[in-house]
């Protein structure tokens, strides 16, 4: 990513929503279905909000699609923030792939859906997105939230997909190299942006899913189930 890194230490976080609705589990759905979170969900994004607790932030930047917006909201509440929506922030467009189910893709398309990331950077799927142009979309976000804050913490509360095109953007790799990163619902990632280092960009925090409490069970990273796009 050619961007203009800014003269201040920047914390940014990326966190990917929480579970959405089973039945849209092992589906693309993408930025073309506004699903909703599942029960399950709904406590990834409380244990989300717990875990931030009253730490530094300073700013929540938020998908515009309804699972992104629902994990949001209880840290929004319990900060007194008010969440700024960018429209790039929205998943990835799986064109035709959308509402199949990920066994599906092989034998419709005669592609492994496990190369979804390597899709993209060849191309992209059919009237969906390529990499080139998500990069186009989600570049200009990074810039903006970068400018927009120095010396402060940041949260984006977005997609899968797109907490692995800002790392792309930011680690200047290929797309494709994503697939080496695990995103689980309800995951943060947070990363130090030191402009005085000669790599400015540094993961600090990978995946790390906090706990969530149920009904006195103990929801841990290892039950988490692989989820839809």
Not at 42 to 64: E, I, M, N, T
Not at 100 to 106: K, L, M, P
Not at 130 to 159: G, T
């Amino acid at each position: 990513m050619k961007h203009k890194i800014p003269k201040h230490p920047t914390r940014l976080y990326l966190i990917r929503h929480g579970e959405v609705d089973h039945r849209y589990h092992q589906i693309f759905g993408g930025g073309r279905i506004d699903m909703d979170l599942s029960e399950t969900g709904h406590f990834h994004a409380a244990a989300l909000a717990d875990w931030f607790g009253d730490g530094a932030l300073d700013r929540v930047y938020v998908s515009p699609m309804k699972r992104a917006a629902q994990t949001a909201d209880p840290l929004l509440r319990a900060r007194g923030l008010e969440g700024t929506v960018m429209e790039g922030l929205r998943e990835v467009d799986f064109g035709d792939w959308t509402g199949y189910r990920w066994s599906d893709i092989q034998d419709r398309f005669g592609i492994a859906a496990f190369d979804w990331l390597e899709v993209l950077e060849r191309g992209g799927i059919a009237n969906g997105e390529s990499a080139n142009e998500l990069r186009a979309r989600v570049e200009p976000c990074i810039q903006s939230i970068m400018d927009e804050n120095a010396h402060r913490s940041v949260a984006v509360v977005c997609h899968g997909g797109i907490v692995r095109v800002m790392l792309a953007l930011l680690l200047e790799l290929p797309l494709s190299h994503m697939a080496h990163f695990n995103v689980d619902y309800g995951s943060v990632t947070m990363l130090e942006i030191q402009p005085h280092k000669k790599h400015a960009v540094e993961i600090e925090l990978l995946n790390f899913c906090p706990s969530v409490d149920r009904d006195g069970t103990r929801i841990h990273a290892s039950e988490r189930a692989l989820g839809a796009k």
